[in-house]
């Protein structure tokens, strides 16, 4: 997998944020936080249009950001070159089958960002001989802080890889993908990550109020204690064993802890827990074929 990158192979030379109009067919939770952060980063609301069947949603959208708002797909579709599909895959195959005249009169960019869903399906469910760019981002988009896997089928040519890396660049980092195959590993370690960081602050807010903290004061604790560690994680170039041993004092608190997560199989857990929604991505791309 190459390193997470700011200069897609054969970037051509362009202005970031001006040149196609983007159309988000969904405007829900993941839509929303791509729009905000392309919207912060100067891309103006006018060249972006969003197709969204709940109306307070549309709403939301327009009165927050500026987008033109519609809801059926085909109506924010037109007009747009690129076309960012953001709905559940469970519905994807019958968006697309609606979204196929409109795609092979207008040959847009795709970008999917719903797990599992393959780029192969996504071609074949909007006829055929499309460039298909298959996107994998998480919620801490929505504060920028995002990181977003890619990979590309074969019919995108590098001017399209690198409006789909810009596109997702507004919310954070991009690592793109060789082999297709592995893009459910991205879902389940990245894609569904915050999840498990959520669980265990939840898991370590509960255990310390247990042991006798207030309940905000467990809060405060955790939080901060994961945006440190997190932080640290980031900017020292040490890897997380290295940083974990230094907090680690031989025959201290942390090895008392750490000695029980490993008893009781924390990395097996972890391990068996990345291979079921890897798994389940599959399953995904199955289902709703
Ligand atoms: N929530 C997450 O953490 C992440 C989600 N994803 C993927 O993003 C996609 C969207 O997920 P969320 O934003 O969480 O779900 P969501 O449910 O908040 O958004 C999906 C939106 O699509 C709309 N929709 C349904 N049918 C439609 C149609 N025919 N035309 C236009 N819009 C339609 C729904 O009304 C809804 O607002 C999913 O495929 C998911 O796999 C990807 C990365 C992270
Ligand atoms: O749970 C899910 O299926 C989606 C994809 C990654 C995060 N949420």
Not at 129 to 143: C, E, F, K, S, Y
Not at 191 to 200: D, E, N, Q, T, W
Request: charged share 20%.
């Amino acid at each position: 997998m190459p390193a997470a990158s700011n200069s897609p192979t054969g970037a051509r030379s362009r202005v970031p944020g001006l040149d196609n109009a983007i159309a988000f067919i969904g405007g829900g939770n993941m839509a929303r936080s791509l729009i905000g952060g392309l919207v912060s980063r100067g891309r103006p609301a006018t060249a972006i249009r969003v197709a969204e069947p709940v109306a307070a949603l549309r709403d939301a959208l327009q009165q927050d950001f500026g987008v033109h708002c519609a809801e059926h797909a085909s109506a924010a579709a037109e007009g747009a070159d690129v076309w960012v599909l953001a709905v559940k895959p469970q519905v994807m195959r019958e968006v697309c089958t609606a979204l196929l005249p409109l795609a092979q009169a207008r040959r847009p960019l795709v970008v999917s960002i719903a797990a599992g869903i393959t780029t192969a399906q996504l071609e074949r469910w909007l006829g055929g001989d499309l460039p298909v760019v298959r996107a994998m981002p998480n919620t801490p988009a929505l504060l920028g802080a995002g990181i977003t896997g890619l990979f590309a089928n074969a019919r995108t040519d590098a001017a399209q890889r690198a409006d789909a890396d810009e596109l997702l660049q507004a919310v954070g980092p991009t690592v793109w993908i060789d082999d297709e195959a592995t893009m459910d590993a991205v879902t389940a370690v990245s894609g569904s990550g915050p999840a498990y960081v959520f669980l265990l602050a939840e898991a370590m807010q509960a255990a310390g109020v247990a042991q006798g903290l207030s309940p905000d004061a467990a809060r405060a604790l955790v939080q901060q204690t994961l945006l440190g560690a997190s932080t640290m994680l980031v900017e020292q170039s040490e890897p997380a064993d290295v940083l974990r041993a230094r907090v680690t004092s031989p025959g201290g608190t942390t090895q008392a802890a750490i000695e029980t997560f490993e008893a009781g199989g924390f990395r097996e857990l972890v391990d068996r827990a990345i291979a079921a929604a890897t798994e389940r991505g599959r399953q995904l791309s199955a289902a709703n074929d």
